[in-house]
T-cell receptor, first 114, second 113 residues
Framework: ETGVTQSPTHLIKTRGQQVTLRCSSQ?????VSWYQQALGQGPQFIFQ???????GRGNFPPRFSGLQFPNYSSELNVNALELDDSALYLC?????????????FGNGTRLTVT | AQSVTQLGSHVSVSEGALVLLRCNYS??????LFWYVQYPNQGLQLLLK??????LVKGINGFEAEFKKSETSFHLTKPSAHMSDAAEYFC???????????FGTGTSLTVIP
């Protein structure tokens, strides 16, 4: 069973630039969620994709956008990067929508904005 | 809305001692509760979950947690700490729509030899 994989592992960008982060979900999982984890904090929900459509969004501005592909992989795009966007970005997949379906996380992408 | 509060951002225990990490939740509906562990430079790994049924939940690596509705708590315990337990622990509750997890701010566990 292949787990959740994310790429790249580390990324350094300049304020104002755009970035794309990628995620391959665990085999058999059809739902992908993205979380932002700032240093010393718990993960914060960005959004979730189910069957290629956004299925819920946290308190993040529109410059955070995403995609889910037919093979359930996903991308997170962030435009007009700000210094505060520096964080660990975690992708998590799950088998289905549902209150009790646990999230399976990748190791994250560490984004540094200078 | 759902939320969790983890009491104690840092906990230190001696190797072999009891581990107790505290989590209190707030939820307007029956909650689904989770504990995750995060090792340095890694993602989060599921330790255990409570959905319905038995209130004492056993997880991996000898951890367990008890759901207490009257106290709105879901504390994580392990009878005997091991050096490999040193990590960051997060409590989480799932939202009503089932699409969002609300995480606590985490508790860093240090195990002293």
């Amino acid at each position: 069973e292949t787990g959740v994989t994310q790429s790249p592992t580390h990324l350094i960008k300049t304020r104002g630039q755009q970035v794309t982060l990628r995620c391959s979900s665990q085999s058999g999982h059809n739902t992908v969620s993205w979380y932002q984890q700032a240093l010393g904090q718990g993960p914060q929900f960005i959004f979730q994709y189910y069957r290629e459509e956004e299925n819920g969004r946290g308190n993040f501005p529109p410059r955070f956008s995403g995609l889910q592909f037919p093979n359930y992989s996903s991308e997170l795009n962030v435009n007009a990067l700000e210094l505060d966007d520096s964080a660990l970005y975690l992708c998590a997949s799950s088998y289905r929508q549902g209150l009790d379906s646990p999230l399976h996380f990748g190791n994250g992408t560490r984004l540094t904005v200078t | 809305a759902q939320s969790v509060t983890q009491l104690g951002s840092h906990v230190s225990v001696s190797e072999g001692a009891l581990v107790l990490l505290r989590c209190n939740y707030s939820s307007s509906v029956p909650p689904y509760l989770f504990w995750y562990v995060q090792y340095p430079n890694q993602g989060l790994q599921l330790l255990l979950k409570y959905t319905t049924g038995a209130t004492l939940v056993k997880g991996i690596n000898g951890f367990e947690a008890e759901f207490k509705k009257s106290e709105t708590s879901f504390h994580l315990t392990k009878p005997s700490a091991h050096m490999s337990d040193a990590a960051e622990y997060f409590c989480a509750v799932s939202g009503r729509a089932g699409n969002q997890f609300y995480f606590g701010t985490g508790t860093s566990l240090t195990v002293i030899p």
